[in-house]
């Protein structure tokens, strides 16, 4: 049984070269370590950077074989920060309501199910009678709207690039910020879409040849026809790069930006406290389970890339309603997953105050 009292030796390690690193750096670090929303700040505008790069120079490798490095990792925060914490898990009006739909939804039952979650998250959870009424028109009018059609599949693939601007969206909604530093991320993220989807940026010409050979036929036309089905050049490839740079913003705002976000102490956490934090709040045997997930992805895809992504996204199709469903359940009782930070007067400005998660932290 692993212990967070005696961690894996390379989480001492990297525990060891963080310090190293941070005492290095001396007081050009301090801001970093007492100023979460400057950390944030960091960290997004660089992942929107490395996102922007990676889009322009190698769009088909990462969108072959992103989802099936970082998906179950972002799976898992989905879980842990939209269910877990919140302890949505031990309402069982909920699991009924909300959880029961959202597994038929994982066993191809697709946005029907995910509708009938969302009407689940309105109708079971507190709030206000107004808020769930004007949220329970919406749902119903996408669910007749998709009837009318005759078929979900516009609004599945709709969804399907609307998912990473969402989670962008709950970002942003997680709590009340004392600074607006988070706006410059935001900035970078919008500017980048802007100049990938009217052009502005284009891919490299080794960026749309180069990919995993095993995927079959021309990786171009499979992943154009797949994400961008019926446009035409440019529109086609535009679409499909906007996706890939979208992809791995959202990839960064789950596994990077929310974790920070939902802690109330200002201090970063060491890996060893992270580990144990996970571990509490999901159990060794969910993470086993995804780690044997996560490497049976990784086998599969170096022999068949494109079948592991499609095992992927099959087994994924429920965490982009799953996300709809916490903005429901936001929206009906208007209020945030967190509240802001408390702040306190020093010497070098205002900083969060410490809160109890220290002391559990230092305990561990």
Avoid at 102 to 112: R, S
Avoid at 137 to 153: E, H, P, Q, R
Wanted: positive net charge; proline residues 8%.
């Amino acid at each position: 049984m692993l212990s967070v009292e005696k961690p894996l030796w390379p989480v001492q390690l990297i525990d060891g070269l963080r310090q190293r690193l941070l005492a290095r750096l001396g007081a050009v670090a301090t801001p970093l370590v007492r100023r979460p929303e400057l950390r944030v700040a960091l960290r997004g505008s660089v992942g929107c950077l490395l996102a922007l790069l990676g889009s322009l120079s190698l769009p088909l490798w990462i969108l072959a074989v992103g989802p099936l490095v970082l998906g179950v990792p972002h799976l898992l925060a989905d879980a842990r920060y939209l269910v877990a914490r919140p302890g949505h898990q031990r309402s069982w009006r909920l699991g009924l309501g909300v959880g029961l739909p959202l597994l038929v939804c994982g066993l191809y039952a697709g946005m029907p199910a995910g509708l009938v979650a969302m009407l689940g998250a309105l109708l079971c959870g507190p709030g206000r009678s107004w808020r769930k009424l004007i949220g329970v028109v919406v749902v119903t009018a996408l669910g007749l709207a998709g009837l009318y059609a005759g078929s979900f599949y516009t609004h599945e693939l709709l969804l399907a690039h609307l998912h990473n601007p969402i989670g962008v969206l709950v970002w942003v909604l997680w709590r009340p910020r004392q600074e607006r530093l988070f706006v410059i991320p935001l900035l970078l993220y919008v500017a980048g879409a802007a100049a990938l989807g009217l052009g502005m940026l284009s891919p490299w010409t080794v960026g749309l040849v180069a990919a995993p050979q095993s995927l079959p036929g021309e990786a171009l036309e499979l992943l154009r026809d797949t994400l961008a089905p019926g446009f035409d050049e440019p529109w086609g490839t535009r679409l499909l790069v906007l996706y890939c740079y979208a992809q791995m913003v959202h990839y960064t705002v789950w596994l990077q930006l929310i974790p920070e976000e939902d802690r109330s102490r200002p201090t970063p956490r060491s890996f060893r406290q992270s580990l144990s934090a996970l571990r509490a709040d999901l159990s060794w045997p969910v993470l086993a389970v995804a780690a044997v997930v996560l490497l049976g992805l990784l086998g599969w895809g170096y022999f068949d890339v494109w079948s592991s992504r499609v095992a992927y996204f099959r087994l994924a199709t429920f965490h982009g309603y799953l996300e709809l469903c916490a903005l429901c359940l936001w929206w009906v009782t208007a209020q945030r997953p967190q509240p802001p930070r408390p702040l306190r007067f020093t010497r070098q400005g205002l900083l969060p105050v410490a809160s109890s998660e220290d002391a559990v932290a230092r305990g561990a």
